[in-house]
């Protein structure tokens, strides 16, 4: 048997993990997740505290419905810092970002592919906390252009991410696991969100603001050791993994390795059918308004309900607290139907996108209309993005269904034109919220219910969740044969 062959120290190091190894990776590829989302959104809190605070009139108050200003218990209104940023600047320094995140996508994901995920992914990460642990000094020497400078550079490394975890899920996880452990990987984003909003939260009320970057920059570099310790490209290169495993895995998925022979990447195929453009279509709704409410929501209840800081950061991360759990459950019971053969694959993903659009339009529309009510406004969020955790088993692990060959540059392709969102979104919020009233922000998450609702249903109607014939290179030729 494959297994003879393990070296000696192998066999030995797999009786002393009980949890199989393809779980481990999940949870590796979760926190290698969760880790890029505190690097990405703790700027959206501590520039709250970096800008100079708004001063508004009662006037100002009653013309402009601008929610009244709570105060600390010791009577100090809301802090400020030194930077005197517009609010066009700020939507700039946040979207920057992207800008570098949209250009190593396909790239990232072309090359998990060529050169092995596990390098790719890891290099990523060690890329953005270098940058994250630079990001004080940048600010104190270079200010707001130097910021945005960084963050392009940032985002270019932590572009391959959700590229190469899609070619690890592909090698590692059967069909009939992929909700659960999908969720779980791709779930990383809504914990990394509550952490990084909670965390900054906490360390701005206590301690100076440069301190957030340090934390979670050398919290992904001790990630990217374990990473390196714990992780394979795939079953069958792994020194330590029980042969029962990968014979069970070999038994469900076949072949087991990474196909060192992959022909090059069929790019006609792929872009002449409907199923990679309504993927594409899903992608850009699904991040435009997870942008907006990751990016923009501590701006808000900043801005416009006026929170102190430390309540800021709870009330920011609670929303992707709910929708963590809903991917989860929703991970869950789509592998318990797609089990049990209830309702094909292409169907439930469609299902659980249509819900996960839905849900998230209408009560982002009601929070608007909940004026300063602050439990309202808290409430509809947090419905809202709860029914958002179905997207996980929905749309976002459909590349991994229409290919296992490809899936890598399928995911960067649509991750990274939905990341053009990432670029326009936090912008257009600045120059949509001048003076950060409750009517231009009503706006905001109109157009945000637009684009859920028009996304939706151009994947209900031409997404799919079956393997496409240009995964397999010798049905492409047989295509090709026929035509002639």
């Keep these: 048997m494959e297994n003879d062959n393990q070296p000696e120290w192998g066999k030995t190091c797999s009786k002393c993990f009980i949890i199989p190894q393809r779980y481990i990776f999940g949870v590796m590829g979760f926190f290698a997740i969760f880790n890029a989302y505190t690097m990405r959104i703790c700027l959206s809190v501590v520039i709250t505290q970096l800008v100079v605070a708004r001063n508004y009139t009662k006037d100002k108050l009653q013309d402009e419905v601008i929610c009244p200003v709570l105060e600390y218990d010791d009577g100090k209104f809301l802090p400020g810092g030194e930077y005197d940023w517009s609010q066009q600047l700020q939507g700039y320094v946040l979207s920057s970002f992207y800008i570098g995140y949209v250009f190593s996508q396909i790239p990232g994901g072309v090359l998990a592919q060529r050169i092995g995920a596990k390098i790719v992914l890891t290099v990523g990460i060690l890329s953005t906390a ?3 642990i ?6 104190v020497h270079f200010d707001a252009i130097g910021l945005i400078c960084l963050r392009i550079i940032m985002g270019f490394g932590e572009g391959p991410t959700f590229p190469a975890l899609a070619c690890l899920l592909s090698q590692w996880v059967p069909v009939t696991e992929m909700g659960f452990i999908g969720a779980i990987v791709l779930g990383g984003g809504q914990i990394g969100t509550i952490v990084g909003n909670t965390i900054c939260g906490l360390i701005l ?10 934390v979670f920059g050398f919290t992904s570099i001790l990630w990217c050791i374990l990473f390196v310790i714990l992780c394979y490209n795939d079953p069958a290169s792994h020194p330590f993994i029980k042969p029962s495993e990968k014979e069970y895995l070999r038994s469900i998925m076949g072949e087991i390795s990474r196909r060192q022979d992959l022909p090059p990447t069929p790019w006609s195929s792929i872009f002449s059918g409907a199923p990679i453009y309504a ?9 435009w308004s997870f942008f907006v409410m ?5 701006k808000y209840f900043n801005d416009v309900i006026q929170l102190p800081i430390d309540k800021n950061g709870f009330f920011s991360s609670l929303p992707f607290g709910v929708m963590w759990v809903s991917s989860i459950m929703s991970g869950y019971i789509t592998d318990h139907i797609i089990r049990r053969g209830a309702v094909g694959i292409t169907k439930i993903r469609k299902i659980n996108t249509f819900i996960a659009s839905m849900g998230p339009s209408i009560f982002l529309v009601l929070a608007s209309y909940s004026g300063c009510n602050r439990f309202h406004v808290l409430a509809c969020f947090t419905i809202g993005m709860g ?16 290919t296992r060959n490809y899936s890598a540059t399928i995911m960067g392709i649509v991750n990274g034109v939905g990341s053009l969102t990432g670029v326009v979104a936090p912008a257009t919020v600045g120059l949509m919220t001048p003076n950060t009233t409750i009517d231009e922000w009503r706006l905001v998450f109109w157009v945000a219910f637009i684009m859920l609702v028009i996304s939706s249903v151009v994947f209900v109607i031409w997404g799919t969740g079956e393997r496409q014939y240009w995964d397999d290179p010798e049905k492409i030729a047989e295509r090709k044969q026929n035509k002639t």
């Design 294 to 298: 990751s990016t923009d929501l501590p």
């Design 205 to 214: 009320a206590h301690f100076t603001w440069d301190n957030v970057f340090y």
């Design 279 to 287: 993927l594409i279509c899903a992608q850009i709704g699904h991040d």
């Design 387 to 402: 029914l958002m955790g179905p997207y996980y088993a929905g749309m976002k692990l459909s590349p991994m269904d229409m």
């Design 134 to 139: 630079a990001t004080p000094w940048t600010i």
């Design 130 to 132: 270098l940058c994250s």
